[in-house]
């Protein structure tokens, strides 16, 4: 099993920054993607950046220029580092963990709270 803690979130100016992190524990294979999704009210969940196992991170276009995921493996934890947020990134962001033992394995997923973020106009 794996534990996801997700902190960062909070309101902010539209222009603003905030910075999520997510750190997850338990039994951790080497080869797992760390990346975070978000659900504005009334929408579906939506993939907003991932850092896959070997280095490729992914972004939302939407997201692309203004977000930057990272991640210390060491600490086992991701980051979501939000510049120049707009009214538009407002939502729960969610951190999801996907592993596998080898390659050939099946894949698990885990996922966080969720933690909120206000950005105002």
């Known amino acids: 099993q794996v534990q996801l803690v997700e902190s960062g979130g909070g309101s902010v100016q539209a222009g603003g920054s905030l910075r999520l992190s997510c750190a997850a524990s338990?039994?951790?294979?080497?080869?797992?993607?760390m990346a975070w999704y978000r659900q504005a009210p009334g929408k579906q969940r939506e993939l907003v950046a991932a850092?896959?196992?070997?280095?490729?991170?992914i972004y939302a276009d939407s997201v692309k220029g203004r977000f930057t995921i990272s991640r210390d493996n060491a600490k086992n934890t991701v980051y979501l580092q939000m510049d120049s947020l707009k009214s538009g990134d407002t939502g729960v962001y969610y951190c999801?963990?996907?592993?596998?033992?080898?390659?050939?394995?099946?894949?698990?997923?885990?996922w966080g709270q969720g933690t909120q973020v206000t950005v105002s106009s």
């Open positions: 850092s896959i196992y070997g280095g490729t991170t």
């Open positions: 999801k963990f996907t592993q596998r033992r080898y390659t050939d394995s099946p894949t698990f997923d885990y």
């Open positions: 338990g039994s951790i294979f080497t080869i797992n993607t």
